[in-house]
């Protein structure tokens, strides 16, 4: 059984930083991807940034070049460095594994809470 642990958000002024991180326990397989997704209220889930556990990313063109994710295979340990935030980017973040580049996996977290206003 897979389970994944968020941490790390908050409420932030516009401009802002935070830095998400998900610590996976459990076998995922180390061919699979990992990720963040969002979901805003009245919004679908969508993709943030995902990356393989050889380090090929993909991200969303509305956090292109403010969003920074990254992963430590030997913690099985994904992170999210939010920069230059907007209100925009408010919504729930979930982390997800299991799955492929583009592709949502099996396995969700139970989210976290990025809230961005002044």
């Known amino acids: 059984q897979v389970q994944l642990v968020e941490s790390g958000g908050g409420l932030v002024q516009p401009g802002g930083s935070l830095r998400l991180s998900c610590a996976a326990s459990?076998?995922?397989?180390?061919?699979?991807?990992m990720g963040w997704y969002r979901q805003a209220p009245g919004k679908q889930r969508e993709l943030v940034a995902t990356?393989?556990?050889?380090?090929?990313?993909n991200y969303a063109d509305s956090v292109k070049g403010r969003f920074t994710i990254s992963r430590d295979n030997a913690k099985n340990t994904i992170y999210l460095q939010m920069n230059s935030l907007k209100p925009e980017d408010t919504a729930v973040y979930y982390c997800?594994?299991?799955?492929?580049?583009?592709?949502?996996?099996?396995?969700w977290g139970q989210g976290t809470q990025v809230t961005v206003s002044s």
């Open positions: 997800n594994a299991g799955g492929l580049i583009d592709i949502p996996g099996t396995y």
């Open positions: 990356i393989t556990r050889g380090g090929n990313t």
């Open positions: 459990g076998s995922i397989g180390s061919a699979y991807a």
